[in-house]
């Protein structure tokens, strides 16, 4: 049984900090690019960033780079999201996701075939 689970969520005031992780099992992480994603109310879901098996290739969304840090410990078949510089726009719910796609289109929700429940992260102006 494939589980991903987001963690690190929560209510931030404009310009401090968060960082999620997303905890995987039943799977051998090193072999997914894992990506994140996020959802605001009323708005479609949109990519954030995606990090490559090795952790060779980063790709961040235009909104986000500069602010946000991708990683992963293949070790402990966890990704991570520091988020810095938050906005109140950064508001939104937050999703891991898995790709096995050999070399896939990172932005593309399609790519993806596991997802995590998702962690609310708020940012108040």
């Known amino acids: 049984q494939v589980q991903l689970v987001e963690s690190g969520g929560g209510l931030v005031q404009a310009g401090g900090s968060l960082r999620l992780s997303c905890a995987a099992s039943?799977?051998?992480?090193?072999?997914?690019?894992m990506g994140w994603f996020r959802q605001a109310p009323g708005k479609e879901r949109e990519f954030v960033a995606a990090i490559s098996r090795s952790s060779w290739t980063t790709v961040y969304s235009d909104s986000v780079r500069g602010r946000f840090t991708i990683s992963r410990s293949n070790a402990k078949s966890t990704v991570y999201l520091q988020m810095n510089s938050l906005k109140p726009e950064d508001t939104a719910v937050y999703y891991c996701a898995a790709s096995k796609v050999i070399a896939p289109s990172v932005s593309l929700g399609g790519e993806y075939v596991y997802w995590g429940q998702g962690t609310q992260v708020t940012v108040s102006s």
């Open positions: 039943g799977v051998t992480f090193s072999d997914y690019t």
